[in-house]
């Protein structure tokens, strides 16, 4: 069975399709509600303000059948705006209504202390196990590129962070939805492992 990819004119789609397809996945880049309700598992990739991205979800009316999918317990992974969209609300252009498959907010980089946006390497804390993760080097880097972040107050979900004069939340994931803030597929040797491992989540 496919991974759909989802197409909502705000993702990075070549790089993530490259990099699924390395790991093993078969994959599809879609927005038909057919194929994503008959794919296996589905990933939600995104570059871009929060504002568009809802608009397009919402317009292509994928915002509610990704939730259906998620509450049938089908696996979502989300990607750095993709990530960001699995929470309730952006503070991006104000206040934005998102998904709302895990609890809390999106907000702006302290103003005035940090270079933003903030685009770089920077190394993984894990704070609890789980097998995307399992097996890395010590010291794993991954490539970030973004403006806005969860806020880490509820860290229930929060699987690894990075420190970026803040605490950015960068893996997070409860039951069948899984995030990244940064980029796996842009990440080198770390990011394809953890693509390995992701694809293996996928499928099961």
Not at 111 to 126: F, R
Not at 155 to 181: H, M, R, W
Request: net charge negative; proline share 5%; with cysteine.
């Amino acid at each position: 069975m496919k991974t759909a990819i989802i197409d909502y004119d705000a993702g990075n789609l070549a790089n993530v399709v490259r990099a699924a397809e390395r790991a093993g996945l078969s994959v599809e880049v879609t927005r038909n509600p057919e194929v994503i309700r008959s794919a296996k598992s589905l990933i939600l990739p995104g570059v871009g303000a929060m504002k568009d991205a809802m608009e397009h979800l919402d317009g292509y009316g994928l915002s509610g059948l990704i939730r259906e999918e998620v509450k049938n317990g089908k696996k979502l992974a989300g990607i750095c705006l993709g990530m960001q969209a699995l929470y309730e609300v952006s503070e991006e252009n104000g206040h934005i209504p998102a998904l709302g498959l895990l609890p809390g907010r999106i907000v702006h980089f302290p103003e005035g202390k940090l270079k933003v946006p903030h685009m770089g390497w920077n190394e993984l804390v894990i704070h609890r196990p789980h097998e995307v993760l399992e097996g890395l080097p010590l010291h794993s880097y991954v490539y970030f590129v973004h403006s806005y972040y969860k806020t880490p107050g509820d860290t229930e979900d929060v699987i690894a962070s990075a420190d970026y004069g803040v605490t950015v939340p960068a893996v997070v994931g409860k039951d069948n939805v899984l995030g990244f803030q940064f980029h796996p597929e842009k990440s080198g040797s770390v990011g394809m492992a953890i693509w390995d491992r992701l694809a293996k989540w996928l499928m099961k």
